[in-house]
């Protein structure tokens, strides 16, 4: 399976971003699916991830209430709308899918938070 990350940039802070991650090779209602990020000395951390057809929904505490997750499996991609985007938000951001032991990362898309 590959993933590639698309939607990064620049933006000032309070502005808004959405990430796509599109997904081929399989199905993507396969995999549970989930964004991390690592920001510049920092280790990548998870962000936020969405089950298979998008019952449930995870967040990080620090995005709670500006970013939503959400998936369209018959496009084969998961999104990720950012909202009030802050300078603390700037990192490179990971699209991955899991199922069972089988793990997939895609190569990122940076975002910049900056006045």
């Known amino acids: 399976v590959q993933l590639e990350e698309s939607g990064g940039g620049s933006v000032q802070p309070g502005g808004s971003l959405t990430l796509s991650c599109a997904v081929s090779g399989l199905p993507s209602s396969s995999f549970i699916m989930s964004w991390y990020r690592q920001a510049p000395g920092k280790q990548r951390a998870l962000v936020a991830s969405?089950?298979?057809?998008?019952?449930?929904?995870n967040y990080a505490d620090s995005v709670k209430g500006r970013f939503t997750i959400f998936r369209d499996n018959t496009k084969n991609t998961m999104y990720l709308q950012m909202n009030n985007l802050k300078p603390e938000d700037t990192a490179v951001y990971y699209c991955n899918a899991k199922v069972d032991l089988f793990d997939s990362w895609g190569q990122g898309t940076r975002v910049t938070v900056i006045s």
């Open positions: 969405i089950a298979n057809f998008g019952r449930s929904t």
